[in-house]
């Protein structure tokens, strides 16, 4: 399921799209654009310059009926900025992870593929 959930995230973001429903996808500034194309020889806005927060992504089992999507180290700044959590980010929001505090979720083709895997398993698995 954690496997599931990554590639599910890592998919919406490298077509530079939000897997949060309701959640908020900014397009990237002329300017930045511009040194985008530069350094990684494109202008989408899929949070990969050089690809280190993306990496950095981790799906990690909470308890028996949660995951968690977690960003360490260097990298949580930034995705706390895109995301944010903290509330008083500059950076242009760009929904990957769900807050719940916020009551966010995933889109509801996500939830279609958790659903289908979960049909996978009898109540004794």
């Given at each position: 399921m954690a496997t599931y959930v990554k590639?599910?995230?890592l998919k919406y973001v490298g077509g530079s799209r939000t897997p949060v429903e309701g959640g908020s996808w900014a397009p990237l500034s002329p300017d930045y654009a511009a040194l985008k194309k530069k350094i990684a020889g494109n202008r989408k806005a899929n949070?990969?310059?050089?690809?280190?927060?993306?990496?950095?992504?981790?799906?990690?089992?909470?308890?028996?009926?949660?995951?968690?999507?977690?960003?360490?180290?260097?990298?949580?700044?930034?995705?706390?900025?895109?995301?944010?959590?903290?509330?008083?980010?500059?950076?242009?929001?760009?929904?990957?992870?769900?807050?719940?505090?916020?009551?966010?979720?995933?889109?509801p083709s996500i939830w279609t593929g958790v659903k289908k895997i979960l049909e996978g398993y009898s109540d004794g698995d």
């Amino acid at each position: 399921m954690a496997t599931y959930v990554k590639e599910q995230v890592l998919k919406y973001v490298g077509g530079s799209r939000t897997p949060v429903e309701g959640g908020s996808w900014a397009p990237l500034s002329p300017d930045y654009a511009a040194l985008k194309k530069k350094i990684a020889g494109n202008r989408k806005a899929n949070l990969e310059l050089g690809g280190d927060m993306m990496d950095a992504l981790d799906v990690k089992k909470k308890g028996s009926t949660k995951l968690s999507l977690e960003i360490a180290g260097k990298q949580a700044p930034k995705a706390d900025g895109h995301n944010n959590f903290s509330g008083d980010s500059e950076l242009p929001e760009r929904n990957f992870i769900p807050d719940e505090d916020r009551s966010q979720t995933f889109v509801p083709s996500i939830w279609t593929g958790v659903k289908k895997i979960l049909e996978g398993y009898s109540d004794g698995d």
